[in-house]
């Protein structure tokens, strides 16, 4: 779950006329993943599937039309029929277009009896799903050509290699694993089995990068820490189990229709960030925005202001070490770790970053031998930062060298003062999410003479909360983690996508 599938090469070559049906059976699988690469001859395309499988699409279509026309009266004044659109010929006259290959006759039947059905093809179309088709298709660019021969060359899970021994068994093709190609792993693909339940996340993980071959996957550590933080900011029993519920009913509405895959993944955003609001308001005593109605088990943020921002600082430094962490493992993993080695957020950085929490230690301790420790090692963190940089201007004149050495080293300390107190956002947003509900309650208490008038604004204030609010703090942990934390630990360039 944490680490990518081994991965293997498939290097296939085929006659030209065979390529069609090579790549249907590449579709089947649905373990191959392509190469991206220029084509080396002219492309023997795939028109006479294309003909096929838009034949299919529309006869689907024109299925679903009539079906919907069922439900007019059985007399009506004008006369309805179902066309078929042959190229780029106009329409006739009363038409009204329903998409690009069909439209609706009004008032006249149609004159052509080609144009009430779509063309039939001497052949039938594969056997596909349409993510099926849509590999295949979109591998059609991806093919090397050599005169009479086409070669097929991409990536499959190496688990599946003696499948494809047999299956290509009297071909022309070589299987090799990834680490035996002397590829960079940068150009290799990843395939992660994760969690359905990690799905929410793993589609908000793609909008910041897909993690590298070889690479630890942050995603469950993404929502782990996510869930920490929204609940923690949006602490409340009644209102995180409302988002629950959200999240439950947009998954099971995902679930059963495939146009709504999108609320799905919402769906398995919302419910484990909603138990997380739910549980944090049990701790914290918050229930439908009443701070009294159920008893706090640990103590209510507002009695105890100090401690809560001081667990904010400690959340973010543990996040912040977290990342950095796992940047390090990657880096080593990948082959990149000398690089890292002078990033900000790399192994020095990480140094830096623990004596100067260390530091913060001794003085609150009053340990004097803490103190010093945590300060030489923070000035030989900031000698190297700054002699790297030193060095990397030489070319340049002394005066320059001199003040952009400076700048990048204040900026590399600053960097890390600037991330930690930027986690008080989660006190913050915690304290307004406060202060909101009791507004709330203030509204309710002004319309108590009238108890419906009351019910109706404890009601509704209590959805758009919910709803309102949980947006935003949604949005705000989502920055925390995509220019905080996912910037530590998150490979700079990956070629290929994930599988």
Request: contains cysteine; aromatic residues 10%.
């Amino acid at each position: 779950m944490f680490f990518p599938e081994a991965m293997a090469r498939l290097v296939w070559v085929v006659p030209r006329e065979q390529l069609a049906s090579c790549l249907q059976q590449l579709a089947e699988t649905e373990s191959f993943q392509p190469n991206d690469q220029q084509s080396l001859g002219d492309v023997d395309d795939l028109h006479l599937l294309r003909q096929l499988r838009r034949t299919q699409q529309i006869d689907c279509r024109l299925h679903h039309v009539k079906q919907a026309l069922k439900n007019l009266p059985e007399k009506t004044l004008l006369s309805y029929e179902i066309g078929v659109r042959s190229g780029s010929a106009p329409l006739p006259q009363g038409a009204i277009p329903i998409d690009n290959d069909l439209f609706l006759q009004v008032g006249r039947q149609l004159s052509s009896p080609e144009a009430r059905r779509p063309p039939s093809p001497d052949t039938q179309a594969p056997a596909l799903n349409d993510h099926q088709f849509e590999l295949l298709f979109s591998t059609e660019q991806q093919i090397g050509y050599t005169r009479d021969w086409a070669i097929i060359d991409g990536w499959i899970p190496a688990r599946r290699m003696p499948q494809f021994n047999e299956m290509l068994k009297h071909q022309t093709f070589a299987l090799i694993p990834a680490e035996e190609t002397e590829l960079p792993l940068s150009q290799v693909p990843s395939l992660f089995h994760r969690h359905k339940i990690l799905e929410g996340f793993g589609s908000l993980m793609k909008l910041y990068g897909i993690t590298g071959y070889r690479e630890l996957d942050p995603t469950p550590i993404l929502a782990i820490s996510f869930s920490l933080m929204f609940g923690l900011m949006f602490a409340d029993l009644g209102q995180g189990l409302l988002l629950f519920l959200l999240g439950l009913w947009l998954f099971n509405r995902g679930a059963k229709d495939q146009k709504w895959q999108s609320y799905k993944l919402a769906g398995l955003l919302l419910m484990p960030i909603g138990v997380s609001a739910a549980f944090f308001g049990t701790l914290f005593g918050s229930l439908f925005a009443h701070e009294d109605w159920i008893p706090a088990l640990i103590f209510h943020p507002m009695q105890q202001v100090v401690h809560f921002l001081i667990l904010s600082i400690f959340v973010g430094i543990s996040v912040l070490c977290l990342g950095m962490g796992i940047g390090i493992l990657n880096a080593w993993l990948s082959g990149r770790f000398r690089k890292q080695l002078w990033d900000n957020f790399g192994p020095i950085g990480l140094l830096f970053y623990l004596a100067s929490i260390g530091l913060s230690l001794g003085y609150w301790l009053q340990q004097t031998s803490i103190i010093y420790f945590s300060l030489a090692l923070m000035g030989a963190c900031l000698a190297c930062i700054a002699i790297r940089h030193f060095l990397l201007l030489v070319d340049e004149p002394l005066g320059l060298r001199l003040m952009i050495t400076v700048i990048e080293t204040y900026d590399f300390a600053i960097k890390f003062i600037v991330q930690t107190l930027s986690f008080i956002r989660l006190a913050a947003f915690t304290f307004s999410h406060i202060a909101l509900s009791m507004a709330l309650l203030m509204i309710v208490e002004l319309l108590s003479s009238n108890l419906l008038l009351a019910s109706l604004a404890f009601v509704l204030g209590n959805i758009l909360i919910a709803l309102i609010e949980g947006i935003l703090v949604c949005i705000q942990v989502t920055r925390l983690h995509f220019s905080n934390s996912l910037l530590n630990f998150h490979q700079e360039e990956v070629s290929l996508s994930g599988l």
